[in-house]
T-cell receptor, first 117, second 111 residues
């Protein structure tokens, strides 16, 4: 069964450094998402992406964050200058379509655990 | 923003028991979803609900979309040890749009 993959599984970085989290969505999916989950808390939406542009973002997704689809398979989240409070699990998700029942399910990857020291 | 309340926060049950958890929102939504998250993994969709009053089953799991469109429950019957995990309700204003997750219900099943 197709699945969303994410690399690395764990990333440790120093405060102020840039990190890039990588995701490979399911191949025929067109909508891509990033969510984060601070340890012990709920999953929070960051950004959605379609047709090579951001379609929606949350208040968490400030200027230090950016997303890109550099080629036909990867979807990346860049954090320009990491802060301690960026430590969290970051989940990528993808869906085939939007607004069409049965094809709009968001499938989540296993996550990247980001630790900022 | 909308308030989404999920209860209970945690449950400790014996294998074979039934369990129920629910979510309520302060606003009307068009899509209710139930996800399960195992430790160190991403959320996995269990059941999706698109219509008020809709009752949907997936094996031992049953979920309903409340008539008012402001609440949903998830029932697990005859629990087994592998049911252990965190269960999240999630809302979407329209199907496929950003998901708003509840706080989660941590389920522990004692064999």
């Amino acid at each position: 069964e197709p699945e969303v993959t994410q690399t690395p599984s764990h990333q440790v970085t120093q405060m102020g450094q840039e990190v890039i989290l990588r995701c490979v969505p399911i191949s025929n999916h067109l909508y891509f998402y990033w969510y984060r989950q601070i340890l012990g808390q709920k999953v929070e939406f960051l950004v959605s992406f379609y047709n090579n542009e951001i379609s929606e973002k949350s208040e968490i997704f400030d200027d230090q964050f950016s997303v890109e689809r550099p080629d036909g398979s990867n979807f990346t989240l860049k954090i320009r200058s990491t802060k301690l409070e960026d430590s969290a699990m970051y989940f990528c998700a993808s869906s085939e379509a939007r607004g069409v029942r049965g094809t709009d399910t968001q499938y989540f990857g296993p996550g990247t655990r980001l630790t900022v020291l | 923003g909308q308030q989404l309340n999920q209860s209970p926060q945690s449950m400790f049950i014996q294998e074979g028991e039934d369990v129920s958890m629910n979510c309520t929102s302060s606003s009307i939504f068009n899509t209710w979803l139930w996800y399960k998250q195992d430790p160190g993994e991403g959320p996995v969709l269990l059941i999706a609900l698109y219509k008020a009053g809709e009752l949907t089953s997936n094996g031992r799991l049953t979920a309903q979309f409340g008539i008012t469109r402001k609440d949903s429950f998830l029932n697990i019957s005859a629990s087994i040890p592998s049911d252990v995990g965190i269960y999240f309700c999630a809302l979407a204003e329209t199907s496929g749009s950003r998901l708003t997750f509840g706080e989660g219900t941590q389920l522990t099943v004692n064999p």
